[in-house]
């Protein structure tokens, strides 16, 4: 069967992976009205073939619209396959009403997504409380990982790596990339006070507070940015290196970057999930490996 690859966005990852897989890549009219609302249009034949859209989900709320009717249109134009690729999956974070009456949003658009698409990948969602994607997406969905990439930048770049993980929920990775290059972690304890405000405390660090070693924060996301700020400035008064902020999600709202780069931080380093400048890490063989193993 014949694959289409699609990007609405133009994500660079559409590009490299259709090249890398030897895929054709699809045309898409998309524009707004006037008055604000969608235009869209697929101009390729695609009856009976597997259509792929590859398209970060930051900032949702936006391209909400425009996705759905895409695979609505695909579906109308004998498209046989409509398969979304989400290199970042929005709305994870919102996995419990933390107050009565709060709106679940992982829940409702996992619903829309799951109404429109026949699978999902995506690459390190926000998995918390929810243990797996099936709790909440009912189409077929795999998660792909950006701790081989970013162990094997660690292993080409850095030669004594500590790596920190800013809160509990960063365990997972950090605990995993540690083992894969055999180097020592620590997880710090954060309290959020609010959608911007975090207090975080640093673990005992006696054994390892020696200029040898160099910090390596490891999150999911960084979006606002207060966590690697609160958690790179922890290290003004110890005797180690400046930290390296690594992030698989370069989410950075507003003035975010700006001001991670005024901290105590060495470099920021994040996937290509989300377009920005800090990319360093590449996700074409992951999610290319992902496409050609998949088991959707
Ligand atoms: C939280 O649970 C996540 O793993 C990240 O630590 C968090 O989303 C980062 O957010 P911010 O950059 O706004 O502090």
């Known amino acids: 069967m014949k694959t289409i690859v699609y990007s609405l ?51 949702p709320d936006q391209k909400i619209m425009p996705l759905l009717y895409f695979a609505k249109t695909a ?69 792909e990982h950006a701790t081989n990439a970013i162990a094997s930048w660690l292993q080409q770049t850095i030669n004594q790596p500590l790596l920190i993980g800013p809160d509990k929920e960063s365990k997972q990775w950090v605990s995993s990339l540690a083992k894969q290059i055999a180097c020592p972690y620590l997880v710090l304890d954060k309290i959020r006070i609010s959608d911007v405000e975090v207090k975080i405390s640093i673990p005992d660090i006696n054994q390892y507070n020696h200029p040898s070693y160099t910090p ?12 690697m700020i609160e958690a790179c400035n922890h290290f003004i008064n110890t005797k180690l290196q400046k930290p390296i902020a690594i992030a698989v999600h370069a989410l950075f709202s507003n003035a975010t970057y700006a001001q991670l780069s005024q901290a105590n931080i060495d470099r920021i380093i994040t996937s290509n999930s989300i377009t920005h400048e800090t990319n360093t890490i590449d996700m074409t063989s992951t999610l290319a490996q992902a496409i050609i193993n998949e088991d959707l």
């Open 75 to 143: 579906k109308d134009l004998g498209a046989s396959e409509i398969q979304l690729i989400a290199p970042y999956l929005a709305y994870m974070r919102q996995d419990k009403q933390f107050f009565p009456g709060e709106c679940l949003s992982s829940r409702y658009f996992a619903e829309l997504l799951s109404s429109a698409f026949d699978s999902l990948i995506t690459i390190d969602p926000h998995l918390h409380r929810y243990k797996s994607l099936n709790e909440i997406y009912t189409i077929p969905t795999q998660v």
């Open 216 to 227: 390596i924060l490891v999150d999911d996301i960084i979006s606002s940015g207060h966590t």
């Open 9 to 59: 966005y133009h994500h660079p990852l559409a590009q490299s992976i259709s090249h890398s897989l030897q895929f054709t890549q699809g045309h898409c009219q998309l524009r707004s009205f006037p008055d604000g609302e969608t235009y869209l249009r697929i101009t390729d034949d695609v009856r009976g073939k597997k259509l792929i859209l590859i398209d970060s989900l930051d900032r």
